[in-house]
């Protein structure tokens, strides 16, 4: 391999172990909680509201709640059924209880105004009061 493309795959190589070790550490500092793993989320303030959007996909029974300045959304991802009756050999994809604790700026009051799925997304509409 020449040395340029062998320079780049190192690289590639460190940021997907680099990203791998930030999920690994983020689901293992979350365990106190009690869901086993932690979807990511993307926030967004407009003039009016705050949208949380967590991708969850293949996630039922998902609750959403004000917690003080928090939002939690919590649920569960079961198994898939390919995944039962073999032998895993590589588990990147999580499934079990989840919770993931969103803590809102202190400084704004709001309320939860509704929420839709879509293509695996959590949409959370939280209201400015």
């Known amino acids: 391999m020449p040395p340029d493309l062998w320079e780049l795959w190192i690289w590639q190589r460190a940021r997907d172990l680099f990203e791998h070790a930030e999920r690994v550490h983020r689901n293992v500092l979350s365990l106190g909680h ?45 198994p898939l059924e390919c995944c039962i009756h073999g032998e895993v050999r590589v588990l990147e994809i999580p ?30 509409h939280l209201k400015k009061l």
């Open 34 to 78: 009690t869901g086993s793993w932690v979807p990511p989320v993307n926030i967004v303030e407009t003039a009016d509201a705050v949208w949380v959007v967590c991708a969850v996909p293949g996630a039922d029974e998902v609750e959403l709640r004000l917690e003080g300045a928090s939002l939690v959304i919590a649920g569960r991802r079961p």
């Open 95 to 124: 499934f079990g209880r989840f919770e993931r604790r969103v803590e809102l700026p202190l400084d704004l009051s709001l309320s939860l105004a509704g929420s839709h799925q879509e293509k695996g997304l959590i949409f959370v």
